[in-house]
């Protein structure tokens, strides 16, 4: 029987109880003179705010009656005070306090109405011009009408938020679309959870067996899977997770998986002959990436062969002198139309490119080098001396005509104008950006992708470094020797023990490798914690922030990020009066806080320190918190050479960083790295894992926890799995 809700609306005279970490909220409303207790999910309510809320009334046993809200929305407010109150929280774009208190001195109870039919009467108060009152009276009727569709889409669950990504995504049938077919909002960019979408759609009417029910759940596991960083997923494999899912039938599963591919939004493709099945976006990546690799191998480019005299001119110009497998490497990178660099730390990665970038330049071709992420890009620009972007701001981030989507300038009609491209870290770099990167690249241009493939593999789908080299098409040279002044340093020793099997130096009380052993997870979260905040510090010169990063195989668990970034802030920022704070998602944000973006998000607005404005920002962007407008809940974040604006839903989109995943870390490099090893679930005990962590230490790394947890991971030569079709695509007809 479908559940009826009612509506009431008020203002909310007390926050009774709030939830940090759940959003759990009961208030009182006052609602037509009475007061009514209300409990629901509210985490963003505040005293004077007036709210709609739909839900129902229920009896509790203890506490009487309540109206259990399982959705709502702020409106507009009525009255003198409540106006003045909403226009002075700077609401409105362009209305301060001060000029909120002049309109409604002069409006009182009639502003909206005077704001959305005669704003040309606003001209009488200074500073707003005829120009700035037209832009209020859109901005007023645009919050009326998305208060409405609001209304309209709450009686479906949906949040404010989601009402409102559901319209930019749907338009404006979205409504009538959602009725027709629930299941839209789990896809088109909406993105809301399967199991909530499927019991809307049961509570509407769909029956189980319903056909494009069963396509939501094929679509919904192999798109959850993209977070595991699979770009597809046996086709067996699907149907027997998703049946499961709705409890449907293996047939009916079948069935789906036809019509999607019938769609054209899912394909199937064939893997040492296993059918595999991958989203459309996946699958038209990475068959572009193969087709784009291929068709560079067979264009034949390659530059005239590397003379002694070049390599000897490099070599002076460099004040250098290169080994016989980087000469090797230097004359295949820049003979050779692609080309593919790996090699562990202390190999000579970055001498090689320096000499392949020297010989590039001397024969008078323009390169560009870029890396994944702002860290890594930063590195690079150190370590050659030369200017290196991310890859997004080397595309040049911006909004497609009709600005719905998000593009990359440089794409097909408006090619980078570089000769030769050096992409490093490009175990991070995953299917999506790489069919980017090379969608921007004139036909002809050399690529040169160097990183490490015993490294973990990209956060987002795809292991592009590891199917480009497995598949043997590509030109590739590995450094293996590790040069006499690395070997000085325990941490470059202990990373080629680590990835050759060996046992690991634990004993040195010289080096730059040390483990401190740690009984229990509550003794170690407290060790690791006091390194960071006072013994490194001290004994060293490290700062906390700066210089000190931890790292975690997990987030969960007494050593996980969650549980330490809460004791770190605590002692590294704790409240002050005067300091400003927000608190959401069960932690506080507080101005001086290490920050991470953990989602790509194109629209956030940045400037940096010459005044060049741009957009986007992207996951594992760490910055420092530097302003919060508490009232707005809008913040700026100081990422390396920019400074980005936050507001409303961004906001979700940071973490605290002062501890954060090994995941999360891959293209940084920390002067000191913390890592706490002690309980953390058996699959992250892994050799990979270990070796990403350990080699992001620059100049010290500390082990915190268990010799043994240490080996075992050492010892655990498990590959991270990812089902591809890059690799298949790459090598198919041989």
Known sequence: MEEKFEMISGTVVRVVFSSAETGFTVIELENNGYTETVVGNMPDVSVGEELELTGRFVL???????????????????????????????????????????????????TFEVMEKEPERLVVIKGISLSKARQIQEEVAGKRSMRDLCLRLSQYGL??????????????????????????????????????????????????????????????????????????????????????????????????????????????????????VALSEQFYCERYIAGRMLTELKLNNREKPVSDAELKRAERELGIQFEELQRKAICESVEAGVFILTGGPGTGKTTTVNGIIKILENRGLKV??????GRAAKRMTELCGQEAKTIHRLLEVGTSDDGKTHIFVRCEKNPLEHDAVIIDEMSMVDAV????????????????????????????????????????RFSSVRLD???????????????????????????????DFFMLESKTPQRAASLVCDLCCRRLPEAYGFSPTEDIQILCPSKKMELGTVNLNNMLQQQLNPPKEGVPEIEFKGFVLRCGDKV??????????WEDDSGNVGMGVFNGDVGTLEEIDVANRSLKVRFIDRVAEYSGEEVRQLELAYAVTVHKSQG???????????????????????????????????????????????????????????????????
């Open 159 to 276: 949040s404010a938020e989601e009402a409102v990504t559901a319209f930019k995504s749907l338009g404006e049938t979205v409504a009538e679309q959602i009725q027709s077919n629930p299941y839209i909002l789990c896809s088109y960019g909406i993105e809301l959870d399967f199991e909530r979408v499927d019991e809307l759609a049961l509570r509407l009417g769909f029956s189980e067996d319903n056909l494009e029910r069963a396509c939501a759940a094929v679509t919904f596991v192999v798109k959850h899977n993209l977070v595991n960083g699979h770009t597809c997923l046996p086709r067996a494999k699907v149907v027997k997770t998703s049946a499961a899912l709705i409890e449907g039938t293996e047939n009916l599963l079948d069935d789906a998986i036809e019509e999607l591919i019938g769609r054209k939004q899912m394909h199937s493709v064939m893997i040492d002959g296993q059918p595999f």
């Open 368 to 373: 560009a080098l870029a890396a994944p992420t």
């Open 60 to 110: 509790h046993s203890n506490y009487g009656q309540q109206f259990k809200a399982e959705s709502y929305i702020k409106t507009l407010p009525k009255g003198s005070a409540a106006i003045l109150r909403y226009l002075s929280s700077g609401a409105i774009k362009g209305i301060g306090p001060a000029t909120a208190k002049k309109i409604v001195k002069l409006f009182g109870d009639d």
């Open 433 to 472: 950006l790489f069919d980017a990167l090379l969608r921007a690249l004139r036909l002809g241009t050399r690529l040169i992708l160097v990183g490490d493939s015993d490294q973990l593999p990209s956060v987002g789908a795809g292991n592009v470094l590891k199917d480009l080299i497995l598949s043997k």
């Open 481 to 511: 020797k590790v040069f006499r002044q690395a070997l000085q340093s325990l941490i470059v020793v202990n990373a080629h023990r680590i990835i050759d099997g060996q046992k690991m130096e634990l004993d040195r009380k010289d080096a």
């Open 668 to 734: 940084s490099e920390f002067d000191c790295v913390i890592l706490p090893l002690l309980d953390f679930p058996y699959q992250l005990k892994y050799r990979n894992l270990l070796y990403t962590a350990v080699t992001r230490a620059k100049k010290m790394l500390v082990v915190v926890g268990s010799r043994q947890v240490l080996e075992t991971m050492a010892q655990n030569d498990r590959k991270t799995l990812r089902y591809t079709a890059l690799k298949a695509m790459l090598t198919e007809g041989e």
């Open 596 to 605: 991470m973006q953990i989602k790509n998000n194109y629209d956030i607005v």
